[in-house]
């Protein structure tokens, strides 16, 4: 089992940046794929990133792609996403994923977060 938990949301102004954390504990962290998903006011739940556990490569949605960027760090058991340029349509609550390998699809991920709200106020 792997347990995540999501920090880092707030209120922020368009234009502005946030940096959500993911920390992990249970089984080791490094060996999973971390991935970002996010929902909307009366929206699906949609992907935003994912990291692959093996070599790093990430993937993005195109909405954020160059906006934000994630990252993680194995020695800490924790997973970043970094948010700069930040838009209302952002609003959202921001979920922690892992699974075993990186993937837009959300039934990929075997483990998730509680979520963290994010709001962009115009």
């Known amino acids: 089992q792997v347990q995540l938990v999501e920090s880092g949301g707030g209120l922020v102004q368009a234009g502005g940046s946030l940096r959500l954390s993911c920390a992990a504990s249970?089984?080791?962290?490094?060996?999973?794929?971390m991935a970002w998903f996010r929902q909307g006011p009366g929206k699906e739940r949609e992907f935003v990133a994912a990291?692959?556990?093996?070599?790093?490569?990430?993937y993005y949605a195109d909405s954020v792609k160059g906006r934000f960027t994630i990252s993680r760090d194995n020695a800490k058991n924790t997973g970043y996403l970094q948010m700069d340029s930040l838009k209302p349509e952002d609003t959202a609550v921001y979920y922690c994923?892992?699974?075993?390998?990186?993937?837009?699809?959300?039934?990929?991920?075997?483990?998730w977060g509680q979520g963290t709200q994010v709001t962009v106020s115009a």
């Open positions: 249970g089984r080791t962290f490094s060996s999973y794929a």
């Open positions: 990291i692959s556990w093996m070599n790093g490569i990430t």
């Open positions: 994923a892992g699974g075993r390998s990186a993937s837009y699809i959300r039934s990929r991920y075997d483990y």
